[in-house]
């Protein structure tokens, strides 16, 4: 039978997370023929390797790849060059997928004119949560309109749960190793690089939000820090994304976008004192979350200007 879809899970030192999300595509409701499993090892120095190899041995259908350079845009590069689908889709290490996401995929792939499509990614709280952390934190809930697939024409897929025509990847030139996460470096932004290349080739990219996976809320992201840490590589990202350059206009936006958080204070105090479900936490990634993140916009633009 034909190797319809590849799916590709790119990992780095995450043994114990690996082997859950490889579980979920062994319990895949899917014909394993019609799939297969692509696991792209980047340079990981624990029993990663090990792990792969397990599964491997066990399930014709999966595979392990090296990648030593280590960069997450580097191992989604090398996963689909060497896939032997039509189409690719990336799920994210520390991800479930539902059972159904592969019969889903391929429903979708058959049914829409999309080139590339993504999901809906739920907060699998495997660490608990702690009071103060938003209930939508985790989840791009609220992309979800209705029980439609439906066209994206602003809004860009996540790419922890997201699905190519490999064509199409090709075509734009894969992942720019500039961007995202590289061993333990918070960055983002590749994902959205593509489909932004994407549509400017007139590509369709799409949205199904049956097309469902669970994903870990990192022990490091129940710290109030690293969500200023996240802002700030989001802001930096978005330079590189959508092409900012630095002019007078820009600065000014900049740098007023940065102050303004700041002049919410004495309402955020107020909120801090009246409302139960409103911790300092909360407060603190109000005020110097959005600062932050124009930081990084700041810092980058700077930076490349220089």
């Known amino acids: 039978m034909k190797v319809e879809l590849s799916i590709i899970i790119c990992t780095h030192n995450r043994e114990d997370l690996l082997r859950e999300c490889l579980n979920s595509f062994v319990a895949q409701t899917a014909t394993p023929s019609c799939f297969e499993v692509i696991i792209v090892n980047n340079a990981s120095t624990d029993h990663t ?11 014709p259908h999966f595979r392990m790849v090296t990648e030593e350079k280590v960069g997450l845009s580097y191992a989604r590069n090398l996963g689909f060059k060497v896939a ?14 539902a059972a159904n996401y592969v019969r889903r995929a391929l429903e979708t792939i058959s049914k829409h004119p999309f080139d590339c499509f993504g999901g809906v990614f739920l907060p699998w709280y495997k660490y608990g949560k702690p009071k103060w952390l938003s209930p939508g934190f985790g989840s791009n809930r609220t992309m979800i309109i209705d029980e439609k697939v439906r066209p994206l024409v602003q809004l860009n897929a996540c790419g922890g749960v997201i699905v190519f025509r490999k064509e199409a990847l090709e075509r734009v030139g894969g992942f720019g ?56 590589a989001h802001g930096a990202a978005e330079v590189d994304v959508y092409r900012i350059t630095i ?8 740098i007023r ?39 990084g916009k700041f810092d ?7």
């Open 49 to 59: 390797a090990a792990v792969a190899a397990e599964f491997e041995a066990t399930y």
């Open 84 to 97: 032997k689908a039509e189409w690719v889709s990336y799920v994210d290490d520390d991800a479930k997928a």
């Open 177 to 232: 190793g500039h961007l995202g996460m590289t061993g333990t470096n918070v960055a983002y932004g590749e994902e959205d690089l593509v489909q932004q290349k994407m549509r400017t080739l007139g590509y369709q990219i799409g949205f199904d939000p049956e097309l469902r996976i669970d994903h870990l809320v990192a022990k490091y992201k129940l710290d109030w820090k690293w969500h200023i840490r996240s802002a700030y």
């Open 247 to 254: 002019n007078y206009p820009n600065l000014f936006l900049l």
């Open 257 to 295: 976008a940065g102050i303004f958080p700041v002049l919410k204070l004495p309402y955020l105090m107020v909120k801090l004192l009246v409302n139960r479900h409103y911790y300092w936490q909360n407060a603190i990634i109000d005020i110097l979350g959005p600062a932050a993140h124009y930081k």
């Open 300 to 306: 980058r633009v700077k930076g490349k200007s220089a």
